[in-house]
């Protein structure tokens, strides 16, 4: 941004109104006397001691704990004329004054402003939300830090009017999952879950996130795919600050960690998803019956092995800095953080009742669980001319949930049962965004475009059922070829986003702007289920 003014220098006017409140305190209030504005950040020191403030977003700013005396109060603010007030302060009552601050043309003939706002910092998204047309709720990176929040879904509870129901979905205004919408970086990104709406919002560390702003009305820059709430969630950019930071951290539940832990045998679904022949899997039934007796088409077995919980793991990795390429500069960001989560559940049972009360069912099943949470994000902006600026990012996240149940029972015809599930889940995502802002004369231009890939995976659902014959002993359980099976499933979804917008400025509070947006999604589904022929020799 460029200020340019040429004027006669103006002579500097100062007004102090006095009045007496409490002891030792000086208030007062800083503004602008030309635009009669608040002036945030102006600097308020007592001259010839340490003591001193800012005025807040609203000019104030209050001095405490002065004696009875005379005091110099000096006032400055960059280009404008710096002003000095005598002042005394009682023995008691307090002095409230009122500082304008006159422009000083001489000093603003050429000033250039560079600096974005840091739209992390509580201070910059209260500005923000007062700033706003629409009404809006934020949250910062900076806040997320200091409250302990360690991802999206987390800092979204914090937010007035908003809930996250035991599923993750979020709940606004007693309006469900499918009423709502998520965007990154004001791009739509899908959910991999067929049975909801939006993605889970855990999935989005705080590590990686600037803000997350909430619109809970219609706008008409995003998709009016919602009628519950928009949630934006952006991501960190360069340019603000270099930094670099690692953490660490672990612990652990109590009853679980170095406790008995049991689990299928499994391949290492938590970093990499697992698959099975693929050529088995298209092969017509016929053909299936003699293959699968000459090839171990599956990775696993029914085999149950058992371990020690280990301690939770968590950590991150952050790294910023901007470089200076001649008068142009560019800022690179890369930010990676991890989660693990372990949890063991015994003793636990399920039943279910007649309407009369009785009994019809009931299970004891012990279970053990697994999570793994990591996300790591890359960006590289590059700002040349005054204002203008391309950017380009790539987010990756991976939440897997590795799930084993040992239970047993009786059903509603009295049958004594008892079995193993292992079941695991995995959800990714993968969001790469180029976008570009510009500025010629009175034009603001800005474009992007991303391509979102998302999927909802169980590459292994494994189910064993044994039934306890007359004489005691347990077989496997023959009555329904449906409960010994394996069930593979997989929920792809590719988008293709593009939007343009263009402002037009009369004058600083007068604009008009205008834009398109397309849209483009695909969604495939596949499953198929195995069940195994326990009767057969």
């Not at 007035?160 to 979020?170: F, K, N, V």
């Not at 702003?213 to 009628?227: G, M």
Request: hydrophobic share 35%; aromatic share 10%.
């Amino acid at each position: 941004m460029s200020l340019s003014k040429k004027r006669n220098l103006t002579v500097a006017l100062m007004t102090a109104v006095v009045a007496v409140a409490q002891a030792g305190d000086i208030k007062g209030v800083v503004i602008d006397k030309e635009m009669n504005e608040p002036l945030m950040g102006a600097s308020v020191r007592i001259a010839g001691t340490r003591i001193g403030t800012t005025a807040d977003i609203n000019g104030n700013f209050h001095l405490r704990g002065l004696k009875k005396g005379t005091y110099t109060l000096e006032v400055s603010y960059v280009s404008f004329f710096p002003q000095k007030l005598t002042l005394q302060v009682p023995a008691k009552g307090d002095v409230a004054v009122k500082v304008e601050m006159a422009t000083d043309d001489k000093q603003l003939n050429e000033v250039t402003v560079t600096a974005r706002k840091n739209l992390e910092l509580e201070r910059a998204l209260l500005a923000e939300r007062q700033n706003a047309v629409l009404s809006i709720e934020n949250l910062g990176a900076s806040e997320m830090s200091i409250k302990g929040i360690s991802n999206v879904q987390e800092g979204v509870k914090k937010l007035t009017g908003i809930s996250i129901a035991e599923a993750g979905q979020l709940i606004v205004r007693g309006l469900g999952d499918r009423y709502s919408s998520t965007t990154l970086n004001g791009l739509p990104i899908a959910s991999p879950n067929p049975d909801n709406k939006l993605i889970p919002l855990d999935i989005f560390p705080s590590s990686a996130v600037q803000n997350i702003t909430v619109s809970k009305v219609y706008e008409a820059s995003a998709f009016a795919d919602y009628s519950g709430a928009h949630v934006d969630i952006s991501t960190k950019e360069g340019g603000t600050k270099d930094f670099f930071n690692i953490s660490f951290g672990t612990g652990g539940k109590v009853g679980t960690v170095f406790g008995d832990f049991y689990q299928m045998d499994r391949a290492n679904t938590m970093f990499k998803t697992p698959s099975m022949d693929r050529k088995a899997m298209d092969l017509p039934l016929s053909d299936y019956r003699q293959y699968s007796r000459n090839h171990n088409i599956f990775p696993t077995t029914f085999e149950v092995n058992k371990s020690s919980a280990i301690p939770d793991l968590n950590g991150s990795f952050g790294f910023g800095r901007t470089f200076r390429l001649g008068r142009n500069k560019m800022d690179v960001l890369a930010t990676f953080g991890i989660d693990t989560d372990n949890e063991s559940l015994d003793n636990a049972y399920v039943r279910t009742f007649e309407a009369s009360g009785t009994e019809m069912s009931r299970f004891d099943y012990d279970s053990f669980t697994q999570t793994l949470k990591m996300a790591g994000l890359a960006s590289v902006g590059y700002s040349f001319r005054k204002a203008d600026r391309v950017g380009f990012s790539a987010f990756y996240a991976r939440n897997a949930v590795d799930s084993y149940m040992a239970r047993q029972g009786h059903d509603e015809e009295g049958i004594r049962l008892k079995g193993s599930n292992q079941n695991s889940h995995v959800y990714e995502l993968q969001n790469y965004q180029l976008t570009g802002h510009h500025v010629l004369g009175k034009w603001d231009t800005d474009w992007s475009g991303s391509y979102s890939k998302t999927s909802s995976e169980e590459p292994d659902r494994r189910q064993v059922m044994f039934r306890q014959m007359s004489d005691g002993t347990w077989d496997l359980f023959k009555l329904n070829a449906q409960e010994t099976m394996r069930y593979f499933g997989k929920l792809d979804e590719d988008e293709w986003v593009g939007d343009v917008q263009a402002q037009y400025r009369f004058s600083d509070e007068n604009k008009l702007r205008f834009g398109a947006a397309l849209r483009d999604k695909t969604r495939d589904f596949t499953c198929t289920s195995f069940y195994y022929n326990v009767s057969s020799k």
